[in-house]
């Protein structure tokens, strides 16, 4: 129910693996730009312009990854 710890993380691109950047947010500082009781929540950024891009709160692989694939291609 908080927020990831660098060992979940670790344990989760083990299983499920990932070659994009990932930001942890041990202490929560995110937290307030959404509901904190709408977790978990998907963020991606421009890191040319730190934009929100696309913020999801629940979880959907299928529209994180389309969103992705949007963006990337």
Known sequence: GGPVNKEFYDGWMA????????????????????????????????????TIVWLETGFSSAALEAELDDLLH
């Open 15 to 50: 299983q499920y693996g990932g070659d994009y950047t990932t930001v942890l947010d041990p202490d929560f500082e995110l937290g307030i730009y959404f509901n904190v009781e709408a977790t978990p929540m998907n963020m991606l950024v421009d890191l040319e312009t730190m």
